[in-house]
């Protein structure tokens, strides 16, 4: 398989503009690839990829990464359950990310019923 280099920002703002389906979803891999899984969620979007969002996500939660955890909820619309929040919050901790396990937690605390 051929290696997809990964535009800069600005082509990236304009190819989010014009490509859907197979192509946003060739874009979405080479950001992945190449680390920049903030830049992927957009055209995994346009893909839609629901199986690699959630994969994303899942990532999120596991490493404690609330600012991305945040980013796909403002891409997919799809909320954060209370328990996601409490375990990104535990990963977070565990991982030494003090401000982002607070940021979960008070984010769980928001979520309850």
Same mark, same amino acid.
């Given at each position: 398989?051929?290696? #997809?280099?990964?535009?800069?920002?600005?082509?990236?703002? #304009?190819?989010?503009?014009?490509?859907?389906?197979?192509?946003?979803?060739?874009?979405?891999?080479?950001?992945?690839? %190449?680390?920049?899984?903030?830049?992927?969620?957009?055209?995994?979007?346009? %893909?839609?990829?629901?199986?690699?969002?959630?994969a994303v996500r899942?990532?999120?939660?596991?490493?404690?990464?609330?600012?991305l955890l945040r980013?796909?909820?403002?891409?997919?619309?799809?909320?954060?359950?209370?328990?996601?929040?409490?375990?990104?919050?535990?990963?977070?901790?565990?991982?030494?990310?003090? #401000?982002?396990?607070?940021? %979960?937690?008070?984010?769980?605390?928001?979520?309850?019923?």
């Amino acid at each position: 398989m051929a290696k #997809h280099k990964v535009p800069d920002p600005l082509k990236l703002r #304009h190819l989010l503009e014009s490509q859907s389906g197979a192509a946003a979803g060739r874009t979405a891999e080479a950001c992945l690839a %190449a680390g920049q899984t903030i830049d992927a969620i957009e055209f995994l979007v346009l %893909a839609d990829e629901t199986e690699k969002l959630e994969a994303v996500r899942q990532d999120a939660i596991s490493s404690g990464d609330v600012f991305l955890l945040r980013a796909l909820v403002r891409a997919t619309g799809v909320a954060v359950e209370t328990e996601q929040w409490q375990a990104t919050a535990e990963a977070a901790e565990a991982a030494g990310k003090l #401000h982002y396990a607070a940021d %979960a937690r008070r984010l769980a605390e928001s979520t309850r019923d």
